[in-house]
């Protein structure tokens, strides 16, 4: 069955460091998605992208966030200069193009720490 | 705002108990509304999707219902292996795509 998939399970960092978070989405899925979970709270909405550009960010996306998708099959979200208040589980999802009622699939998550 | 409460936070129950857990949502109209079900540390795993009330899923143990203010995931004869933490998630029409969350009902079932 297919699935997304997420690199790495676990990635510690110190402050003011950049990081990459690594995600594959299912290959038919056309429409891609960053959420986190900081610990104990809500699966917040980072970012959506489809077609190769940005469709909807938070708040939380600010200038330190991006995102890329720099070949066929990868999406990786990039944090510029990582803050103690980013230590947080980050998931990747996708979905496919069947009009909007469509499920998102999610991956198993990175867990960011911010040391 | 468009707004997600689940309830109640945590639930026990022993096996074999049946049970259900609320999802209230407040949007500005209504394109799906999602269960997942999350274990800890790893990422939601998607359950039901509704659209439009009066609508029910099935499978295996749990049934997904839906009104126009809330939406109930019924666990009958609950084991073990269900406990887990159970999202809600809502799908606007003024959102590009974003899932708004609940907090979740933790769910332990004892033997």
């Known amino acids: 069955e297919p699935e997304v998939t997420q690199t790495p399970s676990h990635q510690v960092t110190q402050m003011g460091q950049e990081v990459i978070l690594r995600c594959v989405p299912i290959?038919?899925?056309?429409?891609f998605y960053w959420y986190r979970q900081i610990l104990g709270q809500k699966v917040e909405f980072l970012v959506s992208f489809y077609n190769n550009e940005i469709s909807e960010k938070s708040e939380i996306f600010d200038d330190q966030f991006s995102v890329e998708r720099p070949d066929g099959s990868n999406f990786t979200l990039k944090i510029r200069s990582t803050k103690l208040e980013d230590s947080a589980m980050y998931f990747c999802?996708?979905?496919?193009?069947?009009?909007?009622?469509?499920?998102?699939?999610f991956g198993p998550g990175t867990r960011l720490t911010v040391l | 705002e468009d707004q997600v409460t689940q309830s109640p936070e945590a639930l026990r129950l022993q096996e074999g108990e049946s049970s259900s857990l609320n999802c209230s949502y407040t949007?500005?109209?209504?394109?799906?509304l999602f269960w997942y079900r999350q274990d800890p540390g790893k990422g939601p795993e998607f359950l039901f999707t509704?659209?439009?009330a009066g609508e029910e899923k099935e499978k295996e143990r749990l049934k997904a219902t839906l009104t126009k203010k809330e939406s109930f995931l019924h666990i009958t004869a609950p084991k073990p292996e269900d406990s887990a933490t159970y999202l809600c998630a809502v799908l606007g029409y003024n959102q590009g795509g974003k899932l708004i969350f609940g907090q979740g009902t933790e769910l332990s079932v004892k033997p």
């Open positions: 290959s038919n899925h056309l429409y």
């Open positions: 999802a996708s979905r496919w193009d069947r009009g909007d009622y469509n499920e998102q699939f």
């Open positions: 509704l659209y439009s």
């Open positions: 949007v500005s109209g209504l394109r799906g």
